[in-house]
Every structure is written in structure tokens, then in C-alpha cells.
């Protein structure tokens, strides 16, 4: 961020200033990259903090205690809240300054906010609770593969609790777990055949050759998690549209709220995030207690009742997109305009404030997927992999985009052919865009059936055959 405030504050790490209808002067090779290399160090700290830092918080809580689950169950709300209300001061307050007074100091607030974040870290760092590391855990997985492949001509064993090797569990950190009959296959890592030695201390000469039950599982937690991972790529595909197509639509509508004043475009995912703020407190603080006292369970709905919740908002919330984006283009080419856009194409004279009502359907949806998916993979993976976790659903994010454009780029190509009339039109009125909101529901109906039946497969860490 320091060298990011350089590029804005010091005259020679960047073009010089143009006005409208001047030619620009191009940015140097060595301007470029001071710019990039402030983008690699964002990139390699960013990947540093967001797999991490949630996992690292809820370690500080005591999962043996009723007040250490509780911690655990309300911090990821509060540490997603919390990340919410930043990012809305970020798209408002932040971008405000940089537009409108200098990019400089809307670069530099970060920055020193960031540097006050170290100090805060640090300062704390004799009081927090550090689980140590035990090893990777990507060998212990590789390990499993590996002795599974060469002992896959023996057959599986009668008895697998007897029969399988289980050496003493030795790990303060990792929970021992049971063996389960799904991918079978990974068992036979596990059968102590004649060529295995053992060691005295109960541990195999060759790990290669021969894995224990407790690694064995590990790695099947690992392969029950991949198909509900991949419904929150699939879910993702709604939720970044507000932040694309949603902000588009908005251009070629009314943004005025009173005589003088317009809403910015780009800052209409601030609906999304104010509904996230409004949503969290009220279901951690009154709903959940509420639902505890009528069911009696400590968690009255489930991590995986949650995120079929949020699935089928943002199905709901595209639908509503839809009906909406119908109504814009129909008084745009049909009713009244208020001016046209520099590119072209009529401003609808319908208030951009209908588009509110999706955004926070899909800030809701969020609510309760995104959370959601974040706690159960840090219950779910076993405890040496929780940063691995962590990152999981900002994989989510990234591949919901590449899908999204992956999408658009398959809308042009078959309704933006010679003759077309293309979907995804430049000048939204001409195009359908409500056709596409209509796609992308239609996968979040199928997304929802998929996750429903991985929701009844999956089977739970720790649980018992």
C-alpha cells in the first residue's frame, strides 16, 4: 500500500496530468513497474491474511467449552461483519476522497490504517492462543494416494476397525477420527501387508507403503468437501453480477435522488453489503437465540441448511433481476428517457432504486452461504489444514468470476451473431439482458438440486459408521 500511495504522490511514478480531449502520455516501463510491483506485494499479503487470519481468530476459543463453541459459531459472523462494514467505507468514504479531493490521501488512509493494524498485531502477539504446526499436510495426503495405488491388487479388509493399521494418536491438535465406508478404496493405504515393517514406537519404517486410519480419513474429509466446494463456484455466479451487469444497468437508469444529487454507478453493491450489516446482527443477537430455545440445539440451523438458504436467495434474487431489467428497458424504448448515455443508448427514466430490493436479497444470500461455507470448512478440514480452509472460499470468488466471464463470453458468441439480436448489447436496451438473469437462475436451480443431494451424502467429521 505504501508503494501503491508513491505512484499517486510522486510526480515521476506516474503520467503526467491530461484533460478531456488532450492526448494522454503513456505510462513508462519503469512506472509500470513500480505500479506492478506494489500489486505483487498486495497479492503475496493478501495471500498471507485471508486464509489465515479467520482460522487464527477462532483458535483463540475453547471448542471443548459451551462458551468456546459459541465463541466459534458467532466470531465467524462478527469477523464477516466486521469485513463488510470496512468494505463499505472502501466503495464510499475511501473512493469519495480519491475521486473528488486526491488520490493521494485516499491511498494513504489505507495505508496508515494498515500500518496501525501491524502495530495492533504485534502488540498483541504475547496474549494470543498459537496452535503450532505438525508437519505439511499435503505429504500426509500424497502418502495416502501413494500407498493405496501400490497395495490396490489386495483385497479390501472383513473388518476394518481390526484390520487396518492404527497406530497410537499422539496429535494435541488433530481430533482422532473413526473409520468411515466411503472411498473404500483409500483403505487398502492402510492394510499392513507382509513387506511392511513397523517401527517399536508403533509408527511404519515407510510411510509411503503403509498410512494409518487417521491419515486415511483425513484425506476422505478432504475428497466429501470437493462437491460442496464446487457449489459455491456455481453460487458465486449470481452474486458477482452486482458488481458487473448490475452496475451497467444502473447507468442506463435514474440514479438522481433529488435535484442534485446522483448515485455513482459503482456504488450500488453497497446495497448488498448494508443488507450483510443489517442481517448478521440481527440473526447472531435475536434470531438464533430465539430459534435455540424452540429446538433445543445449540445450533438451530445447520451449516448445511444455511448455505442452501443463500443458494436459493441468489436464485431468487436473479429472478428478481430479471422482472426488474424488463421494466427498465421497456420504459426506456417504449416510455419516457431522461438523456442518453456518452457511448449511446436512452437513460431509462425508471428510478435505479428498484434495482435495491435484488441487492439485498443477494447480501442476505451471502449472510448465509459465505459465513457458512467459512465455518464449515474450518469444522469440517481436519485442524492442520484450517489455513487451507480459510482459503477455499475466496477460490470460490475467483472461479465464480472466471465462470461468470466464461458465461458472457458463450452469450455473445451465440446470440451476438450476424442477424442476432445479442443478449449483452453494449446499449442494454437493445439486448436482453434479463434473458441472461433468467440463465443464471436456471443454473442456481440446478446448483441448489446438486447441493441438496451432496447435503444428503455428505457425511459429518467425527461421525460414526
Given at each position: 500500500?505504501?508503494?501503491?500511495?508513491?505512484?499517486?504522490?510522486?510526480?515521476?511514478l506516474?503520467?503526467?496530468d491530461?484533460?478531456?480531449?488532450?492526448?494522454?502520455?503513456?505510462?513508462?516501463?519503469?512506472?509500470?513497474?513500480?505500479?506492478?510491483?506494489s500489486f505483487?506485494?498486495?497479492?503475496?499479503?493478501?495471500?498471507?491474511?485471508?486464509?489465515?487470519?479467520?482460522?487464527?481468530?477462532?483458535?483463540?476459543?475453547n471448542?471443548?467449552?459451551?462458551?468456546?463453541?459459541?465463541?466459534?459459531?458467532?466470531?465467524?459472523?462478527?469477523?464477516?461483519?466486521?469485513f463488510?462494514?470496512?468494505?463499505?467505507?472502501?466503495?464510499?468514504?475511501?473512493i469519495?476522497?480519491?475521486?473528488?479531493?486526491?488520490?493521494?490521501?485516499?491511498?494513504?488512509i489505507?495505508?496508515?490504517?494498515?500500518?496501525v493494524?501491524?502495530v495492533?498485531?504485534?502488540m498483541g502477539?504475547?496474549?494470543?492462543v498459537?496452535v503450532?504446526?505438525?508437519?505439511?499436510p499435503?505429504?500426509?495426503?500424497?502418502?495416502?494416494?501413494?500407498?493405496?495405488?501400490?497395495k490396490?491388487?489386495l483385497?479390501?479388509?472383513?473388518?476394518?476397525?481390526?484390520?487396518?493399521?492404527d497406530?497410537?494418536?499422539?496429535?494435541?491438535?488433530?481430533?482422532?477420527?473413526h473409520?468411515t465406508?466411503?472411498?473404500r478404496?483409500l483403505?487398502?493405504?492402510?492394510?499392513?501387508?507382509?513387506?511392511?515393517?513397523?517401527?517399536?514406537n508403533?509408527?511404519p519404517v515407510?510411510?509411503?507403503?503403509?498410512?494409518?486410519?487417521?491419515?486415511?480419513e483425513?484425506?476422505?474429509?478432504?475428497?466429501?468437501?470437493?462437491?460442496?466446494?464446487?457449489t459455491?463456484?456455481?453460487?458465486y455466479?449470481?452474486?458477482?453480477?452486482q458488481?458487473?451487469?448490475?452496475?451497467?444497468?444502473?447507468?442506463?437508469?435514474d440514479?438522481?435522488?433529488?435535484?442534485?444529487?446522483q448515485?455513482?454507478?459503482?456504488s450500488?453493491?453497497?446495497?448488498a453489503?448494508?443488507?450483510?450489516?443489517?442481517?448478521?446482527?440481527?440473526?447472531?443477537?435475536?434470531?438464533?437465540?430465539?430459534?435455540?430455545?424452540?429446538?433445543?440445539?445449540?445450533?438451530p440451523?445447520?451449516?448445511?441448511?444455511?448455505m442452501?438458504?443463500?443458494?436459493?436467495?441468489?436464485?431468487v434474487?436473479?429472478?428478481?433481476?430479471?422482472?426488474v431489467?424488463?421494466?427498465?428497458?421497456s420504459?426506456?424504448?417504449?416510455g419516457?428517457?431522461i438523456?442518453?448515455?456518452?457511448g449511446?443508448?436512452?437513460?431509462?427514466?425508471?428510478?435505479?432504486?428498484?434495482?435495491?430490493?435484488?441487492?439485498?436479497?443477494?447480501?442476505?444470500?451471502?449472510?448465509?452461504?459465505?459465513i457458512?461455507?467459512?465455518?464449515?470448512?474450518y469444522?469440517e478440514?481436519?485442524?492442520h489444514m484450517?489455513?487451507?480452509?480459510g482459503a477455499?472460499?475466496?477460490?470460490?470468488?475467483?472461479?465464480g468470476?472466471?465462470?461468470?466471464?466464461?458465461?458472457?463470453?458463450?452469450?455473445?458468441?451465440t446470440?451476438?451473431?450476424?442477424?442476432?439480436?445479442?443478449?449483452?448489447?453494449?446499449?442494454?436496451?437493445?439486448?436482453?439482458l434479463?434473458m441472461?438473469?433468467v440463465?443464471?437462475?436456471?443454473i442456481?436451480?440446478f446448483?441448489?438440486?446438486?447441493?441438496?443431494?451432496?447435503?444428503?451424502w455428505?457425511?459429518?467429521?467425527?461421525?460414526?459408521?
Amino acid at each position: 500500500m505504501f508503494i501503491l500511495t508513491l505512484t499517486a504522490a510522486v510526480s515521476g511514478l506516474h503520467p503526467h496530468d491530461c484533460k478531456v480531449g488532450d492526448t494522454c502520455q503513456k505510462a513508462t516501463a519503469g512506472q509500470m513497474a513500480v505500479l506492478f510491483a506494489s500489486f505483487a506485494f498486495l497479492v503475496v499479503g493478501a495471500g498471507g491474511i485471508r486464509p489465515c487470519s479467520m482460522p487464527f481468530g477462532a483458535d483463540q476459543f475453547n471448542p471443548n467449552t459451551e462458551d468456546g463453541k459459541r465463541g466459534i459459531n458467532s466470531f465467524f459472523n462478527w469477523y464477516y461483519f466486521t469485513f463488510t462494514g470496512a468494505m463499505m467505507i472502501s466503495a464510499t468514504v475511501i473512493i469519495y476522497v480519491q475521486s473528488t479531493l486526491s488520490w493521494s490521501i485516499g491511498l494513504a488512509i489505507p495505508t496508515i490504517l494498515m500500518f496501525v493494524a501491524c502495530v495492533f498485531y504485534f502488540m498483541g502477539s504475547k496474549i494470543y492462543v498459537k496452535v503450532l504446526p505438525e508437519g505439511s499436510p499435503f505429504t500426509s495426503i500424497v502418502q495416502v494416494f501413494a500407498a493405496a495405488t501400490k497395495k490396490k491388487g489386495l483385497k479390501q479388509p472383513k473388518d476394518p476397525n481390526q484390520d487396518l493399521f492404527d497406530p497410537p494418536h499422539v496429535s494435541s491438535l488433530v481430533t482422532k477420527l473413526h473409520h468411515t465406508d466411503q472411498f473404500r478404496f483409500l483403505d487398502k493405504a492402510a492394510i499392513v501387508s507382509s513387506s511392511d515393517e513397523i517401527k517399536p514406537n508403533g509408527f511404519p519404517v515407510d510411510p509411503w507403503k503403509l498410512c494409518s486410519i487417521q491419515q486415511v480419513e483425513e484425506v476422505k474429509c478432504l475428497l466429501r468437501i470437493i462437491p460442496i466446494w464446487t457449489t459455491g463456484i456455481i453460487y458465486y455466479l449470481a452474486v458477482v453480477q452486482q458488481s458487473t451487469y448490475v452496475i451497467l444497468a444502473a447507468l442506463q437508469s435514474d440514479r438522481h435522488l433529488g435535484p442534485h444529487f446522483q448515485i455513482p454507478a459503482a456504488s450500488f453493491t453497497v446495497f448488498a453489503m448494508l443488507a450483510q450489516t443489517l442481517w448478521i446482527p440481527f440473526y447472531d443477537r435475536l434470531l438464533v437465540p430465539r430459534l435455540r430455545k424452540l429446538t433445543g440445539k445449540e445450533e438451530p440451523i445447520s451449516l448445511l441448511q444455511r448455505m442452501g438458504i443463500g443458494i436459493l436467495l441468489s436464485t431468487v434474487a436473479m429472478v428478481v433481476s430479471a422482472v426488474v431489467e424488463v421494466k427498465r428497458r421497456s420504459i426506456a424504448n417504449h416510455g419516457s428517457t431522461i438523456g442518453a448515455m456518452l457511448g449511446g443508448g436512452a437513460i431509462s427514466s425508471m428510478s435505479s432504486l428498484w434495482m435495491v430490493p435484488q441487492l439485498m436479497i443477494l447480501g442476505v444470500s451471502e449472510a448465509f452461504n459465505l459465513i457458512s461455507q467459512i465455518e464449515f470448512y474450518y469444522k469440517e478440514f481436519p485442524e492442520h489444514m484450517r489455513s487451507v480452509a480459510g482459503a477455499l472460499a475466496f477460490l470460490n470468488l475467483a472461479f465464480g468470476n472466471y465462470l461468470s466471464g466464461f458465461l458472457v463470453t458463450i452469450i455473445h458468441k451465440t446470440t451476438g451473431a450476424e442477424g442476432r439480436k445479442n443478449w449483452l448489447s453494449q446499449d442494454l436496451n437493445k439486448g436482453r439482458l434479463d434473458m441472461f438473469y433468467v440463465v443464471i437462475a436456471g443454473i442456481g436451480v440446478f446448483n441448489l438440486i446438486y447441493f441438496i443431494l451432496c447435503a444428503r451424502w455428505y457425511r459429518f467429521k467425527g461421525a460414526r459408521q
